[in-house]
């Protein structure tokens, strides 16, 4: 009888895993190709794709839509480095002022005011460990994998979706990740599930908490 408790247990968990995952449809994806050229609004003469609308979608919740803010890692006076966030309180009022993203010489840039350098166009990468390979900018040196983002296209039963998606290594679903600080306040910061990023601690595929997306431009 206890060994049926535990079955029956191990595939409850397995069951609510699968359907957190599949949360996000099941796509073929397309790789775009390199450079600006493969991001929508794409300028021949300039070599120049935007301005960009880059945004979270297919994560099933409310902040579908919303569009990403910076989340320096110090809080005065901007920062050096830091993530590209979803602030589910500010994305919801008037007076967010989106940030400015392009691409230009072959990378996705956000306009960042970086602190002592200025106000500037940052490049955006995803990096880290292979667990926590984060959306973000200015990163430090830190162990491989350092990717750089490309586009990719979405086909979902035959049908082509419109926009581009943001990934690396053919691969474009994101871990969102919670965080509520004090001095920050909230918001999610997202992983790249690419090769070796699972939980180091579970083994699971998700972090406790954690849920699926994408990242779509516009």
């Not at 493969?38 to 569009?67: C, H, M, N, W």
């Not at 920050?184 to 601690?201: C, D, I, K, Q, V």
Request: hydrophobic share 40%; glycine share 12%.
């Amino acid at each position: 009888m206890e060994k049926l408790r535990t079955l029956l247990s191990k595939t409850l968990v397995a069951l609510s895993l699968a359907s957190l995952i599949s949360a996000v449809p099941n796509v073929t994806v397309v790789p775009l190709g390199s450079g600006c050229a493969s991001y929508p609004g794409y300028d021949d003469a300039s070599g120049i794709a935007g301005p960009l609308r880059v945004t979270v979608d297919s994560t099933g919740k409310e902040f579908d839509g919303f569009q990403f803010g910076p989340q320096f890692s110090t809080a005065v006076g901007g920062g050096a480095w830091g993530f590209m966030v979803i602030r589910p309180v500010a994305n919801g009022t008037a007076e967010l002022e989106p940030t400015p993203m392009q691409c230009a010489n072959d990378t996705l840039q956000a306009y960042l005011d970086m602190g002592f350098v200025g106000v500037r166009w940052q490049n955006l990468i995803a990096a880290g460990t292979p667990a926590e390979s984060v959306f973000g900018f200015g990163l430090p040196d830190l162990p491989d994998p350092n990717y750089h983002l490309e586009t990719y296209q979405h086909v979902i039963d035959g049908e082509v979706q419109p926009g581009a998606y943001l990934g690396a290594v053919n691969v474009t679903t994101w871990g969102f990740n919670y965080q509520n600080f004090t001095e920050t306040g909230e918001y999610y910061f997202l992983r790249l599930l690419g090769p070796n990023s699972n939980n180091l601690a579970t083994g699971e595929p998700l972090n406790p908490g954690e849920f699926t997306g994408y990242i779509k431009v516009t």
